[in-house]
């Protein structure tokens, strides 16, 4: 079992659409949770961090963490075509140690 | 503020030769890492150090890769002998306080060719 896993994609959405992110983790004392944005050649960049349950919102993203179901994900509303990017999942345990998942592509259609 | 640099950007080398991979990370950032990433994956962890300390290398193969931090400023990052399945980009991040922010900075990459 991977340590953090998501669905590989890729996902096409129409501009204005919710995209939905999701990934699952197996250390149940992973502590912080971070989603981070990658484009084509590019490296990643942060967009949110989480680390308590439920949601949290900033600008077009939202984040949420459901511990219990080792469980997070990212919503990103009205869509963008520049937000086409890979998105990797990332969870960080009590050493900071920083575990990325392999990362959904989404392609947002004009 | 000046961001991770790393250098080089591309490397070509036949399997079995040696490589070097440079980073500098930003001004006082006492965490650096190093992350292999291979074409349609995520970055894989390599090492991480605190400082000139090594926090983890579970995951670097230590028979070829070898990396060290002077002075817990710059790093270097070695493979010999390399192998086609290194090829990858290799990443080098730094950050402050990651068990807070998870906020890491990565440089622009090394793009390692195996032929």
């Known amino acids: 079992q991977k340590e953090v896993e998501q669905n590989s994609g890729p996902l096409s959405v129409p501009e204005g659409a919710i995209a939905s992110l999701n990934c699952t983790y197996s250390d149940r004392g992973s502590q912080s949770f971070f989603w981070y944005r990658q484009y084509s050649g590019k490296s990643p960049e942060l967009i949110m961090f989480?680390?308590?349950?439920g949601d949290k919102e900033d600008g077009r993203f939202t984040a949420q963490l459901n511990k219990a179901s080792q469980y997070v994900s990212l919503l990103i509303r009205d869509s963008q075509p520049s937000d086409s990017a890979t998105y990797l999942c990332a969870v960080s345990n009590q050493g900071g140690k920083l575990i990325f998942g392999q990362g959904t592509e989404l392609s947002v259609k004009p | 503020e000046a961001g991770v640099a790393q250098s080089p950007r591309y490397k070509i080398i036949e399997k079995r030769q040696s490589v070097a991979f440079w980073c500098n990370p930003i001004s006082g950032h006492a965490t650096l890492y190093w992350y292999q990433q291979i074409l349609g994956q995520g970055p894989k962890l390599l090492i991480q150090f605190q400082n000139n300390g090594v926090v983890d290398d579970s995951q670097l193969p230590k028979d070829r890769f070898s990396a060290e931090r002077l002075k817990g400023v710059d790093s270097t990052l070695k493979i010999q002998p390399a192998k086609l399945e290194d090829s990858a980009v290799y990443l080098c991040a730094s950050s402050l306080l990651i068990a807070e922010t998870g906020e890491l900075f990565f440089g622009e990459g090394s793009r390692l060719t195996v032929l």
């Open positions: 989480i680390y308590s349950n």
